[in-house]
């Protein structure tokens, strides 16, 4: 009975296979594209993510179910067979452990969260499914592309996005639901009452681990497309700090760490501000802190950007780099305190950049450089892999 319903249920093979393909593709792609995502207006990339997700795993489902006596029968083995066996447990693994983030698991291993393990068997997938595709390859038949064909492979598509909405209910209605919409789970969050200096992982995105640097001999230079350079020293940048991050916190801020907007940000003169602002880790954690530092926009003031300016570049003591726009950057902060504490070394001392809206490999820890420039810069990319390596 069951097994009839499933069977009217399947699109035809084909249909499966490329639907497989695409959805392996548009996971991927989302998954990638979220990691820049830090904004509730990017929230739906992580929706069409889960949804397809869970569609991949009904299609997987009846992909493995068709293929399985060729695959339990050696007899039926081919040259490929082993490497399509690896792709399928990859398949398979990547989304159960997508499943078991999202559900309020985690099982670290080796450093890796269980997010970074899903994140790296789903790039694993890439070239297995491009070596299975030149092995297995069957173009797209006219025939499967009908409209009962099209329908089923809807109704996979329809049922990943609701399976995805239960999975959400099911996670509220378990008490689990503390994730962001990015997925990320909270550490050391502002609302628990010991939000002191820093209670949070120090994390690197690849491999930067500089010797910490000495606060004396640190300058801080504004430079590039402005009208005077400026030479900052860890005075100047931590009167600031001081002036904003000491004694009584500032007040009444939303900590919301959902919110678009930056949370609140408080200037008390001379380039002194706080923030409230969320550092959402890829690997899946979140911490909402209140950053005490210099804004950039006062920096910029006073170096003088040229009109021209298109962005700004965070540059670190390790070479490990990142632009904003010059609009945003204006609103971020180069914080020295974190909490009412100066930032431990771990954290990006004497400075690291705090940009609301953007994921924490972004937040440039021990700036060194503020380059006003008139391009952006993609190499940043790959600079920001490699710069821990000599
Ligand atoms: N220079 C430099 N800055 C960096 C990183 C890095 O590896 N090098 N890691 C980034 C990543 S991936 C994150 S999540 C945050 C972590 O900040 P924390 O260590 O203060 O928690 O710093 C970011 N800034
Ligand atoms: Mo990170």
Redesign the pocket.
């Known amino acids: 009975m069951l097994r009839s319903v499933l069977a009217a249920l399947t699109p035809p093979p084909r249909v499966v296979d490329w639907a497989l393909a695409a959805g392996v593709a548009v996971a991927v792609g989302s998954g990638l594209a979220s990691f820049t995502t830090g904004t509730r207006s990017g929230a739906w990339l992580f929706w069409l993510h889960a949804a397809v997700g869970l569609s991949l795993a009904a299609l997987l489902a009846a992909k493995l179910w068709r293929v399985r006596r060729r695959v339990v029968d050696r007899a039926g083995w081919d040259a490929a067979t082993p490497l399509s066996v690896l792709q399928a447990a990859v398949a398979v693994a990547a989304v159960a452990t997508g499943l078991f983030w999202v559900l309020g698991g985690n099982v670290p291993l080796w450093g890796w969260t269980t997010l970074n393990l899903h994140v790296g068997l789903g790039l694993l997938l890439v070239p297995l499914v491009v070596v299975h595709l030149r092995a297995r390859y069957h173009s797209p038949r006219r025939v499967d592309a009908d409209r009962r064909a099209a329908l089923k492979t809807g109704a996979v598509l329809v049922g990943g996005a609701v399976a995805w909405r239960a999975s959400e209910t099911a996670d509220r209605l378990l008490g689990g639901a503390d994730r962001r919409f990015t997925g990320s789970k909270p550490v050391g969050d502002l609302s628990a009452a010991d939000t002191r200096g820093?209670d949070?992982?120090?994390?690197?995105?690849?491999a930067?681990d500089p010797d910490p640097v000495d606060r004396d001999a640190w300058t801080l230079t504004v430079a590039g497309a402005v009208d005077a350079e400026l030479a900052l020293g860890v005075d100047d940048v931590d009167r600031a700090g001081n002036a904003a991050g000491g004694g009584d916190e500032a007040a009444g801020a939303d900590a919301s760490a959902d919110s678009d907007e930056p949370a609140d940000d408080e200037t008390a003169g001379g380039g002194a501000a706080t923030l409230d602002a969320t550092?959402d880790?890829?690997s899946g954690w979140y911490t909402v802190q209140r950053w005490g530092g210099v804004r950039v926009g006062d920096l910029l003031d006073r170096a003088g950007v040229a009109d021209d300016a298109r962005f700004v570049r965070f540059v670190?003591v390790?070479g490990?780099r990142w632009s904003l726009p010059v609009a945003e950057a204006r609103e971020a902060l180069l914080a020295t305190h974190v909490g009412g504490d100066e930032l431990s070394h771990?954290?990006?001392a004497p400075a690291?950049l705090v940009a609301p809206g953007r994921r924490?490999?972004q937040?440039?820890?021990?700036v060194e450089r503020v380059e006003v420039r008139r391009r952006g810069d993609p190499a940043q990319w790959l600079v920001t892999l490699i710069?821990?390596f000599d």
């Open positions: 820093g949070f992982p120090v994390t690197s995105w690849v930067d550092l880790c890829t670190s390790t490990y771990g954290h990006g690291r924490g490999f937040w440039v820890k021990w710069s821990g």
